[in-house]
Every structure is written in C-alpha cells, then in structure tokens.
C-alpha cells in the first residue's frame, strides 16, 4: 500500500519524477500544489532527486522552447520552477534576445511598420496589440522612423 502525504500517492510521485522524467513544478502543477510541496514529500518520504546537472540540461532545452513561443522571462519562471535569473542567462548563454527586444525588433524594422501603419491603415493601437506594447510607443517610433501619418498620405 502507498504512503499518501498531502493526498499524494508516494509511489505515483515516484514513477513520474524518476521514471518519467518530470519536473516537481510539472507535479505539482497537475497536483494543484506547489513545487515545495512536492519537496517536501520526497525528503519525508526520503525518495531522492535526480542530480542538478541534469535537471538542467532538461530545464535548458524546455526553456529554449518557451523562449521561442514568445513567452515572457517571468512566466517561464514559473512554469519550468526556477528564477528569472536563470532564464536571463539562458538566453545570454545562447545569444538569444530578451522577450522585450523581439517584441520591440518589429517597431525597429521601418519596413514592417511603415506597411502596417501607412499601407495596411492599421491604428497604432493595432500595431500595439500586435507588438504587446503601448500605443504611444508605436507612435514613437513612427517619429523615429519619420513615417508620415497616414491621414497626410
């Protein structure tokens, strides 16, 4: 019979954290608990972790993927379980840019913004949602880039 803590069944935890290779954060996410509380049944319980170098490797790879959904350095925090710092030298390491610098790369490119805002007649609260930004930055850079309005095209 399996030893239950916190209504979790001991030998579950230990199939899908040693055998199946999930993360305690991935546990206790389906589990409606935190990563701690996962923590803490394994040392109670005794159960051992896998080593960091490891753990690592698997985080790095998981978070090169979230990184190129466009996901923010502060909610892949949360999902992989582990600081934002981490993920800032994730990306430093792989010569990959912040989730601000790819959102902002679009207003950089005087090309693509000149299409949206001036041929395509999108508002520059449009262009916002696109970019995940203020309209008014979108203005900025369309001073920058001196793109006319579009009411004076």
Known sequence: MSKKLYNIDVEWLKEQYHIKKRTMNEIGLELGCSRQNISLVFKRYNLGTRSTGKLRKHDELKILELINKGLADKVISKIIGCGQQYIYNTRI???LPSYKDMRLSLLLNKDWLRQKYVEEK??????ASIVKCTYSTVAHYIRIHNIPSKYNC
């Open 122 to 127: 999108m508002s520059q609260k449009e262009i």
């Open 93 to 95: 390491n792989n010569n």
